[in-house]
């Protein structure tokens, strides 16, 4: 592991879920972070796995947490797999579990629903996930329907619990066809390449923020990015030494950035 020079760097693509905030809690050091990547003009996008809330929704739910931050800052899975969708199949049709999030995703990319032979099953965090509702799926994709996952996250942090994530939702369909998903999320590339396009910025100029070994981590390495790795979420010290690779930094949280740049961070884990 190496320092980075925080203010050399042009863009950060930061995760949300355990990085900003816990349910409904912002974390601690967000606001000065946030003002820190405003006052010093740097590109930021946060980038989320989670399809179930569109980037206006998120965007309100940090305004009611007291954050300010532009709908254009954001990305989703969702947003991830309606674009894939496009490109591989225009105009095609789709079977899709989620929440508000992923279906205007793909209402947006021209894509419509159908649950009789449609072209794709796509899987999404759901409220309405249920027996029916797994059960239809497993049988359009036996009849010829390709399965896609808006991310391979098997869990994710909740309200002082953790709840299960896409990748969980879709694995009883895997094992009921034989088939394997196709996940559009982190660390999937394409969905990295996207985040530093919008940030008109090369990986070499950029920073990838997160909580998560298997998902941020691997996704800026592989990206070419400097990564860190905060514990303000799923892991922990010893969680890191599971893994044959490493973040560039292992920070507390995002406020350590603010420090680290300003040359007032004492001691990095």
């Not at 797994?134 to 329907?145: D, E, H, M, Q, S």
């Not at 008109?200 to 800026?220: L, P, Y």
Request: proline share 5%; hydrophobic share 40%.
């Amino acid at each position: 592991m190496y320092s980075i020079d925080f203010q050399k760097k042009k863009g950060f693509i930061c995760d949300m879920d355990g990085v900003i905030y816990h349910g409904s809690q912002v974390l601690p050091g967000v606001p000065e972070f946030i003002r820190w990547l405003n006052e010093e003009k740097k590109s930021y996008l946060f980038l989320t796995n989670n399809s179930g809330s569109t980037p206006k929704e998120l965007q309100q739910k940090l305004a009611r947490m007291g954050l300010d931050v532009p709908e254009e800052h954001f990305y989703t899975s969702a947003l991830a797999t309606a674009a894939f969708l496009k490109s591989q199949a225009p105009g095609c049709s789709v079977y899709a579990l989620g929440e508000a999030g992923l279906l205007n995703a793909l209402y947006d990319a021209d894509i419509t629903m159908n649950d009789i032979d449609p072209d794709y099953v796509v899987i999404g965090e759901s409220q309405n996930y249920s027996l029916n509702t797994i059960t239809k799926a497993i049988n359009l994709v036996l009849g010829g329907a390709k399965l896609i996952g808006a991310n391979s996250d098997v869990s994710a942090p909740g309200e002082g619990i953790t709840v299960p994530a896409c990748g969980a939702l879709v694995a009883p369909i895997e094992m009921a066809t034989g088939t394997r998903a196709y996940f559009c999320g982190k660390p999937n590339p394409l969905m990295m390449r996207t985040g530093l396009r919008l940030l008109k910025c090369h990986s070499e100029d950029a920073v990838m923020v997160g909580d998560r070994m298997d998902t941020d981590v691997i996704s800026g390495l592989e990206s070419g990015m400097s990564t860190v790795l905060v514990l303000s979420g799923i892991s922990t010290p010893e969680t890191l030494k599971t893994f044959s690779y490493r973040p560039s930094m292992v920070l507390n949280g995002v406020g350590d950035i603010v420090r680290a740049a300003k040359g007032k961070l004492k001691t990095a884990k």
